[in-house]
C-alpha cells in the first residue's frame, strides 16, 4: 500500500478484555512508532522500533502495554486487561531512514479508535 | 518533564487573511520542531520542520523559530477554507540528538477556523 495502515479502524471493548492493534508500515520503512492521542490532545509517544526490536519503550504506560514487531515490518500494540482510560486513538507512524537525523519525517496512519466500555 | 504549549483556540480568521499560530516549548535543547496539521478525525500530517533559527518558508505556510525565546510559530499565507484544521507542533525530544530516531513531543494543538 502506499501509506501506513492499522486496523482495526474503530475497536470497542469491555474492561478487563485484551486488544491487538495492527499497524502496516509503508513498505521498506525500518522505523516505526506507536503514539496514543487522546481526546482534545496530541499524540504521546508510546514505543519506538528500529527493525525488529524496541529501541524505546519508555513511553508505555504500565506492564499492561506490550508491542512486537516480529519480521521487522508489520507491528502489533496489545493491551491486556484493558481499562477505561486507555481509550483513545492508537496512531501508528514509519519512516525511512532514523539516522537521517533530528528532522527524519514521520508518516502516520489512520489510527484505531479503541472504546473500553 | 518536556513540554509543549499552544493555545487550544479556536482561532478565526477570514479568507484571505493570514494566520498565526504560535507554540512554545520548555527544553532550551530542543533542536528539531514539526508543524503537522491534523483535520477532525483524521491522522496528522506534516507541513513542514525547522531546526534554525529564523523563518523557512514552503508555499503559503512559514515556520519561525526563535531558540532563545523557545518559541516557534507558523504563519498561514491567504488562508482558504480547507485549512480549518488543528495544528499541532512537535518537538524532538532527543538532546543531544542521539540513537538515531525522533521522538516526538506534541502540543495539544491549536484548531483553527477559516470562514468565508
Known amino acids: 500500500g502506499a501509506g501506513v495502515s492499522q486496523t482495526p479502524s474503530n475497536k470497542v471493548t469491555e474492561k478487563g478484555k485484551y486488544v491487538e492493534l495492527r499497524c502496516d508500515p509503508i513498505s521498506g520503512h525500518t522505523a516505526l512508532y506507536w503514539y496514543r492521542q487522546s481526546l482534545g490532545q496530541g499524540p504521546e509517544f508510546l514505543i519506538y522500533?528500529?527493525?525488529?526490536?524496541?529501541?524505546?519503550d519508555s513511553g508505555l504506560p504500565n506492564d499492561r502495554f506490550f508491542a512486537v514487531r516480529p519480521e521487522g515490518s508489520v507491528s502489533t500494540l496489545k493491551i491486556q486487561r484493558t481499562e477505561r482510560g486507555d481509550s483513545a486513538v492508537y496512531l501508528c507512524?514509519?519512516?525511512?531512514?532514523?539516522?537521517?537525523?533530528?528532522?527524519?519525517?514521520?508518516?502516520f496512519g489512520p489510527g484505531t479508535r479503541l472504546t473500553v466500555l | 518533564q518536556k513540554e509543549v504549549e499552544q493555545n487550544s483556540g479556536p482561532l478565526s480568521v477570514p479568507e484571505g487573511a493570514i494566520a498565526s499560530l504560535n507554540c512554545t516549548y520548555s527544553d532550551r535543547g530542543s533542536q528539531s520542531f514539526f508543524w503537522y496539521r491534523q483535520y477532525s478525525g483524521k491522522s496528522p500530517e506534516l507541513i513542514m520542520f525547522i531546526y534554525s533559527n529564523g523563518d523557512k518558508e514552503d508555499g503559503r505556510f512559514t515556520a519561525q523559530l526563535n531558540k532563545a525565546s523557545q518559541y516557534v510559530s507558523l504563519l498561514i499565507r491567504d488562508s482558504q477554507p480547507s485549512d480549518s484544521a488543528t495544528y499541532l507542533c512537535?518537538?524532538?525530544?532527543?538532546?543531544?540528538?542521539?540513537?538515531?530516531?525522533?521522538?516526538?513531543?506534541f502540543g495539544a494543538g491549536t484548531r483553527l477556523a477559516v470562514h468565508p
Open positions: 522500533f528500529q527493525g525488529t526490536g524496541a529501541a524505546d
Open positions: 507512524a514509519s519512516s525511512s531512514s532514523p539516522t537521517s537525523g533530528p528532522t527524519d519525517t514521520q508518516y
Open positions: 512537535a518537538v524532538n525530544d532527543q538532546f543531544p540528538f542521539s540513537g538515531g530516531y525522533n521522538k516526538l513531543i
